[in-house]
Every structure is written in structure tokens, then in C-alpha cells.
């Protein structure tokens, strides 16, 4: 199927993230998988090819695009290779980069952007808390002001990047009581007296993407560290929250493409009855039912993609992308492995890894049935 939403200059860009995988995260990711962290390294190569700022003004040392066209052929490129992947880098320069590119003064801009660009900096999101999960507007942790400082205590779970981290993005209540209208957004640093990190988090999948638990205790955050208006946190959130739905939705479906495209090779070489296991009629017919589900949802994408480059794209539209996105991608990949058959229950197949990895897409970003609760809401139910 012939994708009509990128132009040449995309595609150009393409050759330069894909050079990046071959050169960087190929070699190296089941290594990143054994230590459950991405080597420094690679982030500051990925800094110095231009691929963690791209919306990030030119003065600041990023591309300044102005188009998340390229955004999302990054992340297509890296979810072929490695969803855990996908997730480490699209949280640094797709999640949280919104965030100080729209919310910063010029004065954090310029303290910050450069070394997040640089990949001299790896930065992380801190939104969810262990008793909370998806409902942000319920979140405990608090900072109290004091002095020319804010005084923060609480903890944060399921952290990507939260091991590596130098900054991280952290959501709390200022204003006790007023759930959603009292929440603010503050940059805490490595170093901080008191900001402690729990250790490297034991996933089923997805072990190169570091993943931890962050606490912290009577934490001094000065004043200047506020990204964004006072107690209005949680709308910052909300604005943020559709591209990194829709980052979840591209990243889903290029992996269960890729792993699509490699299962389909496999069922044409392995013979079975003197024939190839894919021209028998149920798994020709499952096959046709795969790639079609694969089309029909890259259209769809490829449209909230559309809206999105033009400042478009809904709430609704994001939840619908995400949570289509993130079933389809496990209903194909579990179609592959009972494809492969006793051969993709091995871990020297990929697609046993890329199956497991793939599990989590359907919780996080706010778990599917939370996107189905936004999409019903917008049908005024």
C-alpha cells in the first residue's frame, strides 16, 4: 500500500534515522536488553546526527521542523528495530520535548534545550504514582512552597528512562484539594538532595528501555524550576497527552509491520506436508486478514497524522489511534508467533521478544479502556 502522507523531504530524513539504527542500535540493543539501560553513548550519537531536537528552535541546537512528519518517521525507524527502543528515545524527544519547547521561559530554554539536543541529557516524564496509574487529576505527590524554592515529596512509578534520567519532567499538586485545577509541572534534577531512584524495574519485556521508580523527600526544587503557569499542570498534561498517544499509535503499528513483514518470509521458506506453511488456505485467509488490518489502520494514522501537522488532531481522534494502534499491534503479533509455531515460543526468534515487548502498549499512555471512556465521552455519554 502506497502511503501518500510523507513528501521527499521525509523520506530523505528517513535514510538518516535508518543509518542511525543500522550503525548505533542494531549492534547493540540486545546488549542495552542484558544491562536493561541504552549506553550514554548512543544518546549523545543520536544528538550529534540532529535526531533528539527536532522541533527545538535552531538557536537552542535543535532542527526546528515545524513538521512532526519527522518525528514520526524516527519513530518508525527505531520501532522496526526494538519497541523498548522506540520508548526510551520517543519519551526524550517526542513526549517530553512539547513540554519545554511550548511551556520554558527563554531563560530554562536556554539552560536545558541544548544539552537535551546534544543528548548530553536524558530526560524522562514523572506523571504516574503507584496508587494512581491512569487518573493524573488523582496524583499525591506534592510541592509546598517555600522561600524561593518548592518543597517536593511523593514517588513516581513506571518511569521510562527514570534510571539514566539528568531531568525529569514531574507533575504535582500545589494546590491541596483541587485535584485537576490545584496540579504543576517542575523540573527536578540529578543531584538534588533527596530525589533518589528506586532500582532498574524487573519487566517482562522491553528490558532495554530503563525503567524505574523515583521518590522524593522534602526535595528543594527552586522556583525557577516551574515549567509552565502555576496549578495549571494538569491542561499542560492534557495538551501534551494526544502526541504522545498518537507517538504510542505510530511506534505500535511500524513494529507489528516489521515483525508482520519478517513472519511472512518465515511462512513462505518453512515447508510442512511438502508445501509452504503459508499457502495452506487458514493461514493464507489469517495472512489476508493481517495485512488488511494493517493497511486499514495505517490510513487511519496516517490521517491523525495529517491533523496533527495542522493542529487538529482531537482528544477523541488520539484515544481512537491509540488504543486501534496498540490491538492490533498485539492481535498480529500473536497471529505471527502461533505463525511461526513451536519456533516462536524461542527467544532466538524475534518475534517471541517482539510479542512480550508489545504486551504493555495497551496500558500505558493510559490504558485502552481509558481511551475508550475519552471516546465515548466525546459521543456525550
Same mark, same amino acid.
Request: hydrophobic share 40%; glycine share 10%.
Given at each position: 500500500?502506497?502511503?501518500?502522507?510523507?513528501?521527499?523531504?521525509?523520506?530523505?530524513?528517513?535514510?538518516?534515522?535508518?543509518?542511525?539504527?543500522?550503525?548505533?542500535?542494531?549492534?547493540?540493543?540486545?546488549?542495552?536488553?542484558?544491562?536493561?539501560?541504552?549506553?550514554?553513548?548512543?544518546?549523545?550519537?543520536?544528538?550529534?546526527?540532529?535526531?533528539?531536537?527536532?522541533?527545538?528552535?535552531?538557536?537552542?541546537?535543535?532542527?526546528?521542523?515545524?513538521?512532526?512528519?519527522?518525528?514520526?518517521?524516527?519513530?518508525?525507524?527505531?520501532?522496526?528495530?526494538?519497541?523498548?527502543?522506540?520508548?526510551?528515545?520517543?519519551?526524550?524527544?517526542?513526549?517530553?520535548?512539547?513540554?519545554?519547547?511550548?511551556?520554558?521561559?527563554?531563560?530554562?530554554?536556554?539552560?536545558?534545550?541544548?544539552?537535551?539536543?546534544?543528548?548530553?541529557?536524558?530526560?524522562?516524564?514523572?506523571?504516574?504514582?503507584?496508587?494512581?496509574?491512569? @487518573?493524573? =487529576?488523582? $496524583?499525591?505527590? %506534592?510541592? *509546598? #512552597?517555600?522561600?524561593?524554592?518548592?518543597? +517536593?515529596?511523593?514517588?513516581?512509578?513506571?518511569?521510562?528512562?527514570?534510571?539514566?534520567?539528568?531531568?525529569?519532567?514531574?507533575?504535582?499538586?500545589?494546590?491541596?484539594?483541587?485535584?485537576?485545577?490545584?496540579?504543576?509541572?517542575?523540573?527536578?534534577?540529578?543531584?538534588?538532595?533527596?530525589?533518589?531512584?528506586?532500582?532498574?524495574?524487573?519487566?517482562?519485556?522491553?528490558?532495554?528501555? @530503563?525503567? =524505574?521508580? $523515583?521518590?522524593? %523527600?522534602? *526535595? #528543594?526544587?527552586?522556583?525557577?524550576?516551574? +515549567?509552565?503557569?502555576?496549578?495549571?499542570?494538569?491542561?499542560?498534561?492534557?495538551?501534551?497527552?494526544?502526541?504522545?498517544?498518537?507517538?504510542?499509535?505510530?511506534?505500535?503499528?511500524?513494529?507489528?509491520?516489521?515483525?508482520?513483514?519478517?513472519?511472512?518470509?518465515?511462512?513462505?521458506?518453512?515447508?510442512?506436508?511438502?508445501?509452504?506453511?503459508?499457502?495452506?488456505?487458514?493461514?493464507?485467509?489469517?495472512?489476508?486478514?493481517?495485512? %488488511?488490518?494493517?493497511?486499514?489502520?495505517?490510513?487511519?494514522?496516517?490521517?491523525?497524522?495529517?491533523?496533527?501537522?495542522?493542529?487538529?488532531?482531537?482528544?477523541?481522534?488520539?484515544?481512537?489511534?491509540?488504543?486501534?494502534?496498540?490491538?492490533?499491534?498485539?492481535?498480529?503479533?500473536?497471529?505471527?508467533?502461533?505463525?511461526?509455531?513451536?519456533?516462536?515460543?524461542?527467544?532466538?526468534?524475534?518475534?517471541?521478544?517482539?510479542?512480550?515487548?508489545?504486551?504493555?502498549?495497551?496500558?500505558?499512555?493510559?490504558?485502552?479502556?481509558?481511551?475508550?471512556?475519552?471516546?465515548?465521552?466525546?459521543?456525550?455519554?
Amino acid at each position: 500500500m502506497e502511503r501518500t502522507v510523507y513528501e521527499q523531504d521525509h523520506e530523505d530524513f528517513r535514510a538518516v534515522a535508518r543509518e542511525f539504527v543500522v550503525r548505533t542500535v542494531e549492534p547493540s540493543y540486545q546488549a542495552w536488553a542484558e544491562q536493561r539501560f541504552i549506553d550514554r553513548l548512543a544518546w549523545k550519537e543520536a544528538g550529534a546526527q540532529g535526531l533528539l531536537g527536532l522541533p527545538v528552535q535552531e538557536q537552542y541546537g535543535g532542527g526546528e521542523t515545524g513538521d512532526y512528519r519527522f518525528q514520526a518517521v524516527l519513530g518508525e525507524e527505531l520501532a522496526r528495530v526494538s519497541y523498548g527502543i522506540h520508548s526510551s528515545f520517543s519519551i526524550h524527544y517526542d513526549i517530553v520535548s512539547p513540554y519545554l519547547t511550548e511551556l520554558a521561559t527563554d531563560e530554562q530554554k536556554a539552560r536545558w534545550l541544548p544539552g537535551f539536543c546534544a543528548g548530553e541529557q536524558v530526560w524522562a516524564l514523572g506523571m504516574t504514582e503507584p496508587s494512581v496509574g491512569s @487518573d493524573l =487529576a488523582g $496524583l499525591r505527590t %506534592t510541592a *509546598v #512552597r517555600d522561600g524561593d524554592a518548592w518543597v +517536593l515529596n511523593g514517588s513516581k512509578t513506571f518511569i521510562t528512562n527514570g534510571y539514566l534520567a539528568d531531568r525529569v519532567v514531574v507533575a504535582a499538586s500545589t494546590t491541596p484539594g483541587a485535584k485537576s485545577k490545584g496540579i504543576s509541572l517542575f523540573v527536578v534534577e540529578e543531584g538534588m538532595p533527596g530525589f533518589e531512584r528506586g532500582r532498574k524495574l524487573d519487566k517482562i519485556g522491553q528490558n532495554e528501555a @530503563d525503567t =524505574a521508580e $523515583l521518590f522524593f %523527600t522534602d *526535595v #528543594r526544587v527552586p522556583a525557577d524550576h516551574l +515549567l509552565g503557569v502555576q496549578d495549571r499542570g494538569f491542561v499542560h498534561m492534557m495538551t501534551g497527552l494526544a502526541q504522545e498517544r498518537l507517538s504510542v499509535a505510530i511506534g505500535s503499528l511500524a513494529h507489528a509491520r516489521q515483525l508482520f513483514a519478517e513472519t511472512l518470509v518465515y511462512v513462505k521458506d518453512r515447508k510442512a506436508f511438502g508445501q509452504s506453511v503459508g499457502s495452506f488456505q487458514a493461514n493464507k485467509h489469517r495472512i489476508a486478514e493481517l495485512v %488488511t488490518r494493517l493497511d486499514v489502520s495505517q490510513s487511519f494514522l496516517d490521517d491523525c497524522l495529517r491533523l496533527h501537522v495542522a493542529g487538529r488532531l482531537q482528544s477523541a481522534d488520539a484515544a481512537k489511534a491509540k488504543w486501534w494502534a496498540t490491538q492490533v499491534q498485539n492481535d498480529v503479533l500473536d497471529a505471527c508467533v502461533q505463525l511461526h509455531g513451536g519456533y516462536g515460543y524461542m527467544r532466538e526468534y524475534r518475534v517471541s521478544q517482539a510479542w512480550v515487548d508489545a504486551r504493555v502498549s495497551s496500558i500505558w499512555a493510559g490504558s485502552n479502556e481509558i481511551m475508550k471512556e475519552i471516546i465515548g465521552r466525546d459521543l456525550g455519554f
